[in-house]
């Protein structure tokens, strides 16, 4: 059973990928080799930097098993 979560900020993205990387039991650079991204990249986005690539943010998502829904009303 999936659980969904409604994302509301930066700050709640990056909490749950964070969550979701210590569930699996990865250091944030295992999850960069794994992303394809630098070690600097995932702190970055973990603090919620607001200047992230969305397509790297992509990348760690897939990684991580979570995916990216939008509900246009």
Known sequence: ???KTTID???QLA???KEKRKLQAL????L???ANTGTRFIIDLE???PTCQ??????VLKVLGLNLELDCE
């Open 47 to 49: 603090k919620a930097k």
């Open 1 to 3: 059973m999936s659980k």
């Open 27 to 30: 250091t944030q650079e295992e």
């Open 54 to 59: 969305i397509a790297k943010v992509l990348s």
């Open 9 to 11: 900020s930066v700050e």
């Open 32 to 34: 960069a080799g794994l």
């Open 15 to 17: 909490e749950s990928i």
